[in-house]
């Protein structure tokens, strides 16, 4: 059997009350495939390429891997006949095996379910008849479940960018999610699924040239991954240098015919992505470097009354799926089987310089030379810059001193040196939604823990966290535009190399992506490599609010949100129609959008 989707699956505890669970599954979806336990009660159940799955049995233990996998896999069969009924034995598999996947085992009767480090395929339980069942997407168990939508998780995405700054929450009542690094355990005996911590982010120790070789190392290996596949493999070139860099990696694992690129060349009088795009396209003449007309691009805002589009989270392809699909289609009617972004180069080697807040107490003078350097870059004054370097609060007392009537900003000009931004409090947020965001900040402030002991660092896999999960988003509305979407920079060991890196080599305001720029010498067309520019989407985005603000009405007219309470409709609907006004700027709508697109589509 062969899939287009992307795999989806469930995991059921061996226990006698699953049967029924597996019947509700069956009878809802009767295509879905089915694993067994060694007992042979029903283990796996859902929908998956033959080549996204690798199964080792050994006596009462079994295992499966299910992703991005390489076509080898002879690791899985010996770690399989080394478990001896030990669950614990499979922490490690995720580091032996290049790619990005799920593992779940049945070790001696237990239930093991682990995703990758970072948070890019994750994990999610909830009780469905009596029965703890795990699943890869958490709005799929929602329905199993019958979960209902928990508004206040709603109401606390509203106001910028506060849900990403908090403890993470589920999106539903009763779906609980299993953190990045963490897999979930149901044991054999009947007892409650715990939680088990199995891997930690690498101290930041290493040279810029030591982490380069590292990343150089890693991302090849998981470039392979994806051009080991059958069929035809596209890929995303934007000219920028996170996807030229791929590009350039598989064009040099690839031959004739197996290789389409392409990209959006966008305004070209300000914007150079498209002149950079051919340029290193000019390497590789075997390749196919497809661009994409202005005819055939559409701008932000088109499709947002799409509800079609189902995601574990509001997540902000909502704003703009028919532009972020728009090369992914092109290539699913030219016969992509599989279609890698560039997505993640971001958010392991550009920083907005959090990490000067705790550089500044082992190399102070280093820490100012940056800090000057970002001041440069995004306009920040010194007084908040100041303020914020003198803050040592805890992040839980960070937390619980966020103040919702002080003015916030999205932009980069306010300084990122702080646990929690002053959130924008839109003004057609409800009453009872500011009410409820009030509620949601004090009980996040009760069991606020930061993922790292300093600030910079615990920003950086925040922000990481949160990308996964807007990019698995954007992978869920590409396999829609019929084809699944790769990201290698997301690859455990990807991740893991760039951050093994001090942060003060990684992210430098004078130099772009210094340790990326070092991994691909030699591989990128060096024009390509020593590029300095970097295109921004503001005015595209412009365009779009205004192009598409009869849309933007719409959602207004019969708004989910507002009948949840959360926002004045009738005041939303009369902004929109002055794309111009204050209340609109630097995207404070998005965020609503992106909620409401979402509340319709999984309500």
């Given at each position: 059997m ?5 795999p ?7 226990r006698?009350?699953?049967?029924a669970?597996?019947?509700?599954l069956?009878?809802?979806?009767p ?6 336990h060694?007992s042979?009660?029903?283990w796996?159940?859902?929908?998956w390429a033959?080549e996204d ?10 295992v499966?891997?299910?992703g991005?996998l ?9 770690r ?14 995720s580091?032996?095996i ?8 049945s070790v001696?009767?237990a239930?093991?379910?682990q995703?990758?480090?970072?948070g890019?395929?994750r ?5 469905v ?15 199993v ?19 990403v700054?908090?403890?993470p929450r589920?999106?539903?009542r009763g779906?609980t ?7 979930l355990l ?11 911590l ?5 101290v930041p120790?290493r040279?810029?040239?030591q ?7 890693a ?6 991954v ?5 069929g ?5 070139l934007s000219g920028?240098l996170?996807?030229t ?7 040099g ?12 060349p ?5 914007n ?7 340029l ?9 470097h ?5 005819e055939?691009t ?6 947002i009354?799409?509800d079609?589009?189902?995601?574990d989270i ?5 704003m703009?799926?028919d532009?972020?699909t ?18 993640g ?6 920083q907005s ?13 280093l ?5 000057r350097?970002y ?6 004054r010194?007084r ?13 007392r960070?937390v ?8 916030g900003d999205?932009g980069?000009?306010?300084?990122q040196?702080a ?5 924008v409090?839109?003004s ?13 900040l ?5 069991h ?6 300093t600030?910079?660092?615990?920003r950086e896999?925040?922000?990481?966290y949160?990308?996964?999960?807007e990019?698995?988003?954007i992978?869920?509305?590409?396999r829609?535009?019929?084809?699944p979407?790769t ?7 990807v991740?893991?190399?760039?951050l093994?890196v001090?942060?003060e ?11 990326l ?5 030699g591989i990128?067309?060096e ?5 300095t520019t ?6 595209d985005a ?7 603000r009869?849309?933007i ?10 009948k949840?309470?959360l ?5 939303l609907a ?5 794309p111009?006004?204050p ?12 909620c409401e697109a ?6």
């Open positions: 062969t899939s287009h989707g992307a989806h699956f469930f995991a059921l505890p061996d006698e009350e699953a049967g669970v597996a019947r509700r069956h009878g809802a979806a295509g879905l495939r089915v694993l067994h060694p042979g009660r029903p796996i159940i859902g929908e033959d799955i690798a199964v080792a049995r050994a006596g009462t233990d079994a499966a891997l299910i991005m390489p076509k080898r896999t002879g690791e899985l069969s010996r399989a006949g080394r478990l001896h009924g030990r669950a614990a034995r499979l922490e490690g598999l580091s032996a290049p790619g990005s996947f799920h593992v779940v085992g001696g009767g239930l093991y379910v995703g990758t480090a970072y890019m395929r994990v999610h339980h909830a009780v008849d009596g029965c703890p069942v795990a699943g890869d997407r958490a709005v799929a168990l929602a329905d479940a019958g979960a209902e939508v928990d508004l206040t998780s709603v109401a606390l995405r509203l106001p910028e960018p506060l849900a700054q908090l403890p589920p999106m539903w779906v999610d299993v953190a990045p690094g963490a897999y149901a044991p054999a005996d009947g007892a409650p699924p715990r939680h088990v199995w891997h930690s982010p690498p120790e040279t810029k040239a982490g380069a070789a590292d990343v150089r190392e991302l090849a290996a998981a470039v392979a994806r051009t080991a596949r059958d035809l493999l596209s890929a995303d920028g996170d996807s860099s791929l590009c350039a990696i598989a064009a694992q690839l031959g004739p015919g197996e290789l389409i690129v392409g990209g959006i966008g305004d070209e009088s300000v150079d992505d498209a002149h950079y795009a051919r290193a396209s000019a390497s590789w003449p075997h390749v196919e497809m661009e994409l007309t202005p055939q559409p701008l932000f805002y088109q499709g009354l799409d079609g589009c189902r995601t509001p997540a902000g392809v909502a703009s799926r532009r972020a728009a090369v992914i289609s092109v290539m699913a009617r030219r016969g992509s089987r599989l279609h890698m972004t560039g997505h180069g971001d958010h392991l080697f550009f310089g959090a990490y000067c807040h705790d550089l500044i107490a082992r190399r102070p003078l820490a100012f030379q940056r800090i350097g001041r440069t870059l995004y306009g920040w010194w908040p810059v100041l303020r914020q370097l003198a803050d040592r609060r805890s992040y839980r960070a619980a001193a966020t103040d919702l009537t002080a003015p999205l980069f000009s306010t300084p040196l646990y929690v931004a002053p959130p409090v839109q057609w947020l409800t009453p009872e939604c500011r009410e409820l965001v009030a509620a949601g004090r009980e996040a402030a009760r606020a823990e930061p993922y790292a002991p600030l910079g660092r615990h896999l925040s922000a990481l949160s990308g996964t999960q990019c698995a988003a992978a869920e509305a590409g829609r535009a019929g084809v979407v990201m290698p920079y997301f690859d455990d060991a991740v893991d190399a760039a093994s001090r942060p080599e990684r992210a430098d305001p004078w130099q772009y992506k210094p340790v720029k070092e991994a691909v010498r990128l067309p024009q390509c490599r020593a590029r970097k295109f921004e989407g503001t005015v412009v365009g779009g609010l205004y192009r598409h009869d849309k009405r719409a959602l207004w007219e019969d708004s989910a949100l507002a949840a309470g926002i004045d409709a009738g005041a009369r902004l929109t129609e002055r111009g006004t209340d609109l700027k630097n995207g404070a709508v998005d965020s609503t959008i992106i979402w509340l319709r589509a999984v309500a």
